[in-house]
């Protein structure tokens, strides 16, 4: 299965790990990411007022290619999936939308929310399967308690994003538990961890982050993991005292199919 | 700064503030209440009653995570953040008003910061 696969700039930068791990991981899954030419920058936050235009067209862009060539858009980036997967909806839903939208870019036939978006997450949920993905695990992470940090993006608002159980997901303790790991459930893990506001307001970040890893650590998580690269950030360089491992899923998920050394 | 009608308010967030029935879970589940000096639920009843110079030179349109748990938690649908945003970018949009500044950046950046969160915050308080 070859999917169209959006990276985002971010993955091409600072997150290379979520990015690296993710198609090595694919290769050893059976199925194939094709990067999305001359794609652009998705703008990282999901234009809200109902006017802006502009700001969507990238994603717009992007989802138009993959619809020429007949596939599903893969994403890893919490950020990226979050803002294409409500573009997306927005084209399929939205009379106002989908008419300006159509009018500025004049493709040959309108874009109108055909393609499907899917977190590589729900790539290993839906379209691999959790069981099959515990069978080509060689290096089984036994004993790690790991914390999954769902953050904002991936989950709200539900109603778009269908992604899982907003209050009370479970797709990353499935994909920490189908990795050989034991998954620890804490109540911060879908609470924000500050997000943009740390570029001005890096006190706002910090008491927030600190909500989340003293949760965590209370219910014994030894370390994070997430699937987001502000979160990354915020989680670990705006942390009060003394900080948590946190990794990128792809990247544990790439130690217990023995592509990636396993570091402790 | 000019202010803005509480119409245009309702056109460009999409939200029918009418419909809010004042429970309060929105500020109960925004994690920078704290933080706020006009809190998520004010918001609404504001537009509701057509206040919208203070919301405008609220701090709270630079606090707002956007991080959708009042979006996700309403009852009614009501949609907070997206009230939020729409006095946040009725001041963005004029001549002049601006929330972050490029010259700002060299002193705010720092080696490990993520593209993503450059990106973010210049969309969120630049135009």
């Given at each position: ?21 993710a ?40 989802l ?25 909806d ?5 009379n ?12 040959d ?18 379209r ?53 790991a ?83 | ?6 119409d ?13 029935m004042?429970c ?7 994690p920078a ?8 639920h ?6 509701q009653?057509?206040?919208?110079e ?6 709270s ?67």
């Amino acid at each position: 299965m070859i999917y169209s696969y959006f990276p985002g700039c971010t993955l091409k930068n600072k997150a290379k790990d979520l990015d690296l791990y993710a198609r090595e991981s694919a290769k050893a899954l059976g199925f194939e990411l094709e990067e999305i030419p001359e794609w652009q920058c998705c703008g990282g936050v999901y234009p809200l007022a109902s006017d802006e235009i502009a700001t969507k067209l990238p994603s717009v862009r992007a989802l138009a290619d993959a619809k020429s060539k007949g596939q599903d858009l893969i994403t890893v980036c919490s950020a990226c999936h979050h803002v294409i997967k409500r573009v997306n909806d927005d084209m399929a839903n939205v009379n106002d939308i989908q008419t300006r939208v159509n009018n500025y870019m004049g493709l040959d036939e309108p874009y109108l929310g055909e393609t499907t978006v899917l977190h590589y997450l729900e790539v290993l949920r839906d379209r691999v399967g959790f069981d099959e993905l515990a069978k080509k695990v060689t290096n089984p992470l036994t004993g790690r308690k790991i914390g999954a940090y769902y953050g904002c993006l991936l989950l709200r608002p539900s109603a778009t994003m269908q992604f899982d159980d907003p209050e009370n997901p479970t797709i990353l303790e499935d994909f920490i538990r189908a990795i050989g790991a034991e998954p620890v459930v804490y109540a911060m893990r879908n609470e924000c961890c500050g997000g943009y506001v740390s570029l001005k307001a890096k006190d706002q970040a910090e008491s927030m982050v600190d909500r989340v890893l003293s949760s965590a650590k209370a219910k014994g998580a030894e370390e994070l993991i997430t699937a987001c690269p502000l979160c990354m950030y915020n989680l670990t360089k705006n942390c009060k005292g003394e900080g948590m491992k946190v990794s990128y899923f792809t990247e544990l998920l790439a130690e217990a199919l023995g592509i990636k050394e396993v570091q402790s | 700064m000019k202010t803005v009608t509480a119409d245009q308010i309702r056109e460009i967030s999409g939200v029918d503030t009418r419909k809010c029935m004042k429970c309060g879970r929105c500020s109960a589940s925004c994690p920078a209440y704290d933080e706020m000096d006009i809190r998520p639920h004010q918001f609404i009843s504001y537009v509701q009653n057509g206040n919208i110079e203070p919301l405008m030179n609220s701090k709270s349109i630079s606090k707002c995570l956007s991080c959708f748990a009042c979006v996700e938690r309403c009852p009614r649908n009501v949609k907070p953040a997206k009230v939020i945003e729409a006095v946040r970018v009725s001041v963005l949009r004029q001549r002049g008003e601006t929330i972050l500044s490029a010259d700002e950046m060299p002193e705010l950046l720092d080696e490990n910061m993520p593209q993503q969160l450059l990106m973010s915050a210049f969309r969120k308080y630049k135009k």
